[in-house]
């Protein structure tokens, strides 16, 4: 393929090919719903015991890498965006590599990083009887009293970069978020992804011959 960024549009191919707000939005709910089981065993897990969460946080961080890196470079999404039809490619409409589905997911598992840094921070604060004694709700208000930061980053951080997300995606042609511009990607539907290349396909093969 060629390396330019792709059109806005293209002959032949009536409508956007690009995904918008609604259907990745559509694509990350669905996502959320497929792991809520695995949420709900993780929340289940972490409650046994206060040191259960420092087994429990490195198979939880290698999962995520599994579903947000290799599903992209593998099969180009989440199975989120996969059902809802649409597909990460390049930005000049090659397949995403290793790099474009780590660069994609690198934000997101960088604030993981200091949600976690926070949390181990916050339980070696407090006695595993007391922590024990307490329910789900109560252990969270427990945390907080030790740590009063406790959460606040992880989700003033993740306003933020959600925030930021959508106002860049809601402002531009290509419907690209904060993620696809770091790792020089496009969201597109993929019913029109055949034709795309085809469109594309002679462009390049002139710019190669000459």
């Given at each position: 393929m060629n390396k330019e960024l792709l059109?806005?549009?293209?002959?032949?191919?009536?409508g956007d090919v690009y995904a918008g707000f609604w259907i990745r939005t559509a694509a990350k709910l669905l996502d959320f719903m497929m792991l809520l089981p695995l949420t709900g065993l993780i929340i289940y897990l972490d409650g046994l015991s206060k040191f259960a969460y420092f087994f429990i946080f490195i198979p939880n961080m290698i999962f995520s890498i599994w579903f947000e890196?290799?599903?992209?470079?593998?099969?180009?999404?989440?199975?989120?965006?996969?059902?809802?039809?649409?597909?990460?490619?390049?930005?000049?409409?090659?397949d995403v590599n290793w790099h474009d589905a780590t660069m994609r997911y690198l934000v997101i598992f960088c604030i993981s990083i200091l949600g976690i840094i926070v949390m181990i921070w916050t339980l070696n604060l407090i006695d595993n009887d007391t922590y024990m004694r307490l329910g789900f709700f109560k252990r969270a208000g427990l945390m907080k009293?030790?740590?009063?930061?406790?959460?606040?980053?992880?989700?003033?951080?993740?306003?933020?970069?959600?925030?930021?997300?959508?106002?860049?995606?809601?402002?531009?042609?290509?419907?690209r978020t904060v993620h696809d511009f770091i790792a020089g990607t496009v969201v597109v539907k993929s019913i029109s992804l055949e034709k795309i290349r085809e469109i594309i396909q002679p462009v390049t093969t002139g710019a190669t011959e000459a």
């Open positions: 059109p806005t549009t293209f002959p032949g191919i009536n890196v290799f599903l992209v470079k593998k099969y180009g999404g989440t199975p989120g965006k996969l059902i809802m039809g649409i597909k990460i490619i390049r930005k000049d409409g090659d009293q030790f740590n009063p930061t406790y959460n606040n980053i992880e989700l003033w951080i993740s306003g933020i970069w959600t925030l930021s997300v959508i106002i860049v995606l809601l402002s531009n042609k290509r419907k």
